[in-house]
């Protein structure tokens, strides 16, 4: 084989490497993750097909806003406990460490976490999840757009 | 239209052509990313529930814009190469996927720096960073393909086809915060509708965004030209250039 | 302006590092893609340059060498009619 075909073999191998990697790393979205998370609904009532519905013990992600109201914290400790909602039944969340910045009532979270019980998470890991929309504060004022953290004591 | 058209697929009228254009971008878009980052960075408000970290927002989007714009320039360019075997065509594929693989990667890059603080994580394997990240891939693959073959003329056809088949990549980034549960949110700007943002926020990103363009726009043209030089080596204008250089 | 001192500029809320992270990275991005783009023709030229010269000695070297064949030739030619 001359060094100049060689050379072409090379690439071509690595290109196909990258095309696999590419079409593995698709389907591996498409399998799990095309949908990063379940919503709360989802959680009791399983995804539209009925088929998908998460079992307990099982590791999942829940997507909803935070129900007003709902937030408790441990005085002691870092532990939290909310409730997160969509249009239909709530599930409840514990978490114990630093919640993010933009975490407050009403805010779209993403918790992850085991399936305690039907309805109970115990996240890992909770990320927010924020909309669109920006604009600056005195708008929001205006508009009445309530954007102070929560106060959990 | 194609008698207007025929004089530019012409390599050493187009060599010329792009030549002229690249002065004015330069100036074009130094003065609007330097008002468009002043802006950005120190004119414009916070947002009311990010803080400064919208500010980010300037970079990032337009960024995300033009990694697609970009590609689908590609994707017709390929298209154009494959119909009508313009060589000029496979030339501008050669010189626009390295600046869309940089847009992309400042869009992933910055998407990263802004979800750590906003959201709690760098990365999360949600359909629309994943569908960015594949973008990149075919980037990537793009140019590496076009390497490949010494003779740049050989390997083109195969350049074009994964620059064209790639594009269905695009509708699936663009949908994929509709179609699915993603962390990432909806589209702020590019939408049937009003811009979700105030206007004091909107303008300095246009102006960041268009800065942004003209720039891709003269890097483009000047990769172009070098890619028109090395894809027309034979012809005697460009010897007689290759000559003339010499000190 | 929505700062009121350098320092706050810098820090921009807490969120500092992350803004500037950003921008230092698409600068550099940015930079290096700029300098590689407008050296392109100016490579393509050299390289074609290169190639030029090569052929150039190429086709020197072969004359010369067609040109002592022939002289050669025409020694050993005129030995022999001697």
Known sequence: ?153 | MWKWLHPYANPEVAYHFTGKLIPWFNIIAALLLVVGMFMGLAYSPADYQQGETVRIFYIHVPAAILSMGLYFSMAIAGFCALVWQLKLAHAAIAAIAPIGAAFTAIALITGAAWGKPMWGTWWIWDARLTSELILLFLYLGVIALGNAFDDKNQGAKAVSVLALVGVVNLPIIHYSVEWWNTLHQGATVTKFAAPSMAMSMYIPFVICFFGFAFLAGSLICKRFQGQVLARNSLRPWVKKMALAEEH | MTFESFSEFLTMGKHGFYIWLSYGCTLVILLALGINSMRQPKVQLEKIRQRLKREQQLKAYQQKKAEGQNQQQTSTDSGEVV
Request: aromatic content about 6%; cysteine-free.
């Open chain 1, 1 to 153: 084989m001359n060094p100049r075909r060689k050379k072409r073999l090379t690439i071509i191998s690595l290109i196909l490497f990258g095309v696999a990697t590419v079409a593995g790393l698709s389907l591996y979205g498409l399998s799990n993750f095309v949908d990063v998370f379940y919503t709360p609904s989802e959680v009791h009532n399983g995804k539209e097909d009925g088929t998908l519905k998460p079992e307990v013990g099982q590791n999942i992600r829940v997507g909803g806003l935070v129900v007003v109201g709902s937030v408790k914290r441990d005085p002691e400790t870092l532990k939290v406990s909310f409730d997160l909602i969509d249009s239909g039944p709530m599930i409840t969340v514990q978490y114990e460490g630093i919640l993010p910045d933009l975490f407050r009532e009403g805010q779209g979270i993403v918790a992850q976490g085991e399936l305690i019980t039907p309805t109970t998470v115990m996240a890992s890991e909770v990320l927010a999840k924020h909309d669109e929309e920006y604009m600056p504060k005195e708008i929001a004022d205006a508009v009445g757009k309530h954007h102070k953290p929560a106060n959990y004591n």
